[in-house]
């Protein structure tokens, strides 16, 4: 089974700047995508990014793209999530997720998450965006 271990959340001011590093053991061939989720107090998770592990194709939702930049280090099995120009709208608890069910969807272009098809998951970490 894979596990995820995300590492880099914090407290930032605004318009500051965090990477966020998701380390997985047990990653395979079988999973298709490999994704940041978000969830604010009180919000339902939502899907930030995807990067396919067959062509390192990435995806965002509209309101990170330009800022944020999500990337992989096939070697060390590490996933990244370079967050710039950070809002305080970002605040959340930021979790990886694989799929071996589904690639990253999108549409027109964007990220357009399917929560439930994804099958591991990290524990979270925090990230607050705060003066």
């Known amino acids: 089974q894979l596990q995820l271990v995300e590492s880099g959340g914090g407290l930032v001011q605004p318009g500051g700047s965090l990477r966020l590093s998701c380390a997985t053991s047990?990653?395979?061939?079988?999973?298709?995508?490999i994704a940041w989720f978000r969830q604010a107090p009180g919000k339902e998770r939502e899907g930030v990014s995807c990067i396919s592990s067959r062509d390192d194709s990435s995806y965002y939702i509209e309101s990170v793209k330009g800022r944020f930049t999500i990337s992989r280090d096939k070697a060390n099995n590490t996933l990244f999530l370079q967050m710039n120009s950070l809002k305080p709208e970002d605040t959340a608890v930021y979790y990886c997720?694989?799929?071996?069910?589904?690639?990253?969807?999108?549409?027109?272009?964007?990220?357009?998450?399917?929560?439930?098809?994804?099958?591991?998951w990290g524990q979270g970490a925090q990230v607050t965006v705060s003066s």
């Open positions: 997720a694989a799929s071996t069910i589904v690639p990253c969807t999108h549409y027109r272009g964007s990220y357009y998450p399917t929560l439930a098809r994804y099958t591991d």
């Open positions: 047990g990653f395979t061939s079988d999973y298709l995508a």
